[in-house]
């Protein structure tokens, strides 16, 4: 009976010895996965802007040597354009343990900012995060935010808008009342409009169920409509611009994936660009001894090159624009 249990105990030791080697190999790997960087994606919405500051975000990760799956991985979620899904996903990657937070989109810098303080972030799309209270200052971010800025060249887009209707009189800045990136764009399109002596008039909603009936009742007043890259209109682009054509009011926006989706022109920024522009910031952060030190001195950045003129076909023809040949001449034709 001794020995049997003298066998049993050392047949017990054998087992718990085999076991105790077997999570060693688990433990080695986690030490590996643990040297890949965790990049976390707080994507506001799917419109065409957005999904290309997030393509050329990647693109610029690779493109400064960095290999998915080997270098980094990517934790990508979407809000779907509510602002509802924001806190969820901020706790997400954050309890994720990224080493990096890349948020596109104000909603999504904004809830993020209230997370967190400990990880470094980087937004895109995001006109003046001073104005909106992301940064302490522009210059200066201060705290562990920066990014690059959407700024548009809104004046010359409502030059643009001149050149090619040079008959307009009167102007409407159509935007979501409850975007801040939006107002200020607002106050810059109202400058340059009153500078070229049309006049300006302000149309706002509050939700884009309103978009169809705001623009009918335009119609017949205003000569064109100035749209900003306002989040709520350009997720639902296609809705505004058809609404647009119908009531035979051209739409000059604020960037060309607004175009592609039926607005009739613009003198944009490339969003893809400036993906690839963050990306260059995120690569420096990363490297630096101390993340949070480095994007605190990190200044918000701009894309002061690469602008496109854009057009769509489309719109043109349901509108019957006869468009100047020098547009014509500079431009991307959707």
Known sequence: MKKLLAIILALAMIFCFAACGEKAEPAA???TDSAKLKIGVMQFGEFTALVNAYDGFVQGLKDGGMVEGTD?????????????NCPTIADTLINDGCDLIYAIATPSVSCIKEKTTEI?????????????????????PGANISGTSDMNPVAEQIDLLKEMLPDAKTVAVFYCSSES???VQFELAKAQIEKLGMTCVQKTISAIDEAKSAIESLKGQVDAIYVPTDNTLSDSMTLVAAAADESGIPIVCGEPGMVQNGATAT??????????????MAIEVLNAADPLAAIAKMPVQYQTEDCVTAINQ?????LGLDVPQAILDRAIVY
């Open 181 to 183: 990136n939006s107002a």
């Open 314 to 318: 489309a719109s043109i023809d349901a």
């Open 29 to 31: 790997n986690t030490q």
């Open 267 to 280: 003198f944009g920024i490339d969003y893809f660009k400036l993906g690839q522009q963050t990306a260059k």
């Open 72 to 84: 980094f991985e990517i934790i990508y979620l979407s809000a779907a354009a509510d602002t509802a």
């Open 120 to 140: 470094p972030v980087l937004f895109s799309a995001v006109t003046d995060p001073q104005a909106s209270g992301l940064v302490a200052s522009n210059d200066a």
